[in-house]
């Protein structure tokens, strides 16, 4: 899309250095946040975002 991690960082209201840890794999964002990225780059957030807990189980 040609933004910058910085510009990004910008309009989704977070830190470059947050973007870079998400794009390391670093760090799970918030909903809040994983919805505010996926509206910017126009794509579902789980297309961007991906959640492995093998332990979890349901009651």
């Known amino acids: 899309m040609g ?5 990004l960082a910008a309009t989704v209201d977070a830190t ?4 870079l840890f998400l794009e ?3 760090y799970n964002p918030s909903l809040r946040l994983a919805w505010r990225i996926s509206h910017v780059v126009g794509k579902p957030i789980e297309e961007l975002f991906s959640f492995d807990d093998e ?4 009651n």
Do not use: Y
């Open 3 to 7: 933004l910058t991690q910085e510009d």
């Open 24 to 26: 390391k794999e670093k």
């Open 55 to 58: 332990d979890w189980k349901p």
């Open 16 to 19: 470059r250095q947050t973007i």
